[in-house]
């Protein structure tokens, strides 16, 4: 038999993530594998907490990884700070609020919802006016929204959750790293997010912080720990509802008693820990301006080539825009020819967007000035191509002009 070895194209990836993740953390992926209680290991995985604590902008001491993409952090959030019956509040704008509905409902929690239109952000008083009414246990509300490129202003509302004494979750996994983020500061109790977004790793490993509120609730569930089971019956709502995703656990495991809950899924803690060391090497607020020039920089360059931008512009998230498609240009097909001729991907979109709108995004190792104008060139040869009159070389002059205007440095 002879089975050629794995081969994947070169891609650029430049939809709204997975991204090409930095080169570095896919050389740390590669590392040798240890044993999961190796002195080595066990200082690398306190010293990965102790980046991502830098990355997060937080003192909290439970800052992890939990092994699973970025929902595994959503879920293992959800099912360990909720009980059934516990109230739980998703200001949704977008297809991600959705996804935390869904899963505080398989946690048989009261969801209660309110909804904006996609494009738009939720009001800080729509919030407020939910939360004195609804009253929840928690409030679960998506940073940035990759479905709509919303970015949820956050700073306000730790101090509102705090007032009413709700315990306040974010899912960070599209906007950490590229935009402001300060769980400290904002008053966060909870927050998840992954790598293959800004923080330009593979997806597999979701990063979590926890306040001490949040550990406090957690450590007030039940605990099931090696074969040993608290008092109470199998159907309390006091245990929590999940083994992977047992928080307490989680934390025993990851804390001074190491106790076993799973293996550390360890290349993806190799990956995780590289992806925090390039950004904090080359600076948490660098990365971050880095990320909002590069998006600055796609913005004009698709208003360069006579597209609309979708949605409220002055709350987009700086890591990736919504362009309507041209009238009458089959966006799939075009999108397809982007990839095949190009070898360049570009996103296409979910729910009330689907075929109205494509997702460029600029993120991690891509939130940089060659990638930003080659996907420009490109995008204007395909429209081209597909008959679309466009400005010659009007989306690569206006992108340079950004990157010209900008003092900020790539020093990836
Ligand atoms: C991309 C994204 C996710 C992705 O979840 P995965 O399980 O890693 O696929 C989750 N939440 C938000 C807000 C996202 O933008």
Same mark, same amino acid.
């Given at each position: ?22 080169? &570095? ?5 590669? &590392? ?37 993409? &970025? ?27 959705? @996804? @935390? ?11 209660? %919802? ?57 899912? =960070? ?36 912080? @926890? &306040? ?13 720990? =090696? ?35 799973? %293996?550390? =899924? ?5 990956? $995780?820990?590289?992806? $925090? ?49 041209? *009238? ?11 990839? *095949?001729?190009?070898?360049? *991907? ?57 990157? =010209? ?8």
């Amino acid at each position: 038999m002879n089975i050629a070895p794995l081969d994947p194209p070169a891609r650029l990836l430049m939809g709204p993530g997975p991204i090409s993740a930095y080169p &570095s953390v896919l050389r740390a992926m590669s &590392s040798p594998l240890i044993g999961q209680y190796d002195p080595f290991m066990t200082a690398t995985m306190t010293e990965t907490q102790e980046l991502y604590r830098q990355v997060w902008a937080t003192s909290n001491d439970a800052t992890l990884l939990i092994d699973g993409t &970025s929902r595994a952090g959503i879920e293992a959030a959800i099912v360990s700070l909720v009980k059934p019956g516990d109230r739980v509040l998703v200001p949704v704008f977008g297809r991600f609020g959705h @996804l @935390l509905a869904e899963i505080a409902e398989r946690a048989l929690a009261e969801v209660h %919802t309110i909804e904006v239109e996609w494009g738009q952000v939720v009001p800080v008083s729509a919030i407020e006016e939910a939360i004195v009414r609804v009253k929840p246990h928690l409030l679960a509300l998506v940073q940035g929204d990759t479905s709509t490129t919303m970015n949820q202003p956050l700073d306000e509302v730790g101090e509102l959750c705090a007032k009413h004494g709700v315990l306040f979750y974010t899912d =960070a996994t599209a906007s950490l790293g590229g935009n402001e983020f300060d769980a400290d500061a904002w008053g966060i109790d909870a927050a998840t997010a992954g790598l293959q977004k800004c923080l330009g790793g593979p997806s597999g490993s979701a990063p979590i912080t @926890l &306040s001490d509120r949040a550990v406090e609730v957690i450590r007030s569930r039940k605990r099931i720990e =090696a074969g040993i089971r608290e008092e109470g019956d199998e159907s309390s709502p006091d245990f929590i509802r999940s083994n992977y995703f047992d928080l307490g656990m989680i934390l025993d495991y990851w804390g001074p008693r190491r106790l076993n809950h799973h %293996t550390e =899924a360890t290349s993806m803690l190799y990956a $995780a820990r590289e992806c $925090a060391r390039v950004m904090l090497t080359e600076g948490r607020s660098a990365v971050i301006d880095r990320h909002r020039v590069a998006g600055a920089a796609m913005l004009a360059g698709v208003e360069g080539l006579g597209l609309t931008v979708f949605g409220d512009v002055a709350h987009k998230m700086n890591n990736v825009v919504a362009v309507e498609i041209p *009238e009458g240009l089959p966006g799939d097909e075009a999108r397809g020819a982007l990839l *095949e001729d190009f070898g360049i *991907e570009i996103g296409t979109s979910f729910g009330p967007l689907h075929g109205r709108v494509w997702r460029i995004g600029t993120m991690g190792a891509n939130a940089r000035k060659d990638t930003v104008l080659t996907t420009l060139a490109a995008l204007e040869a395909v429209l081209r191509r597909y008959g679309v009159s466009v400005p010659a070389g009007g989306g690569v002059e206006a992108a340079a002009d950004v990157f =010209a205007a900008s003092s900020v440095r790539e020093a990836m």
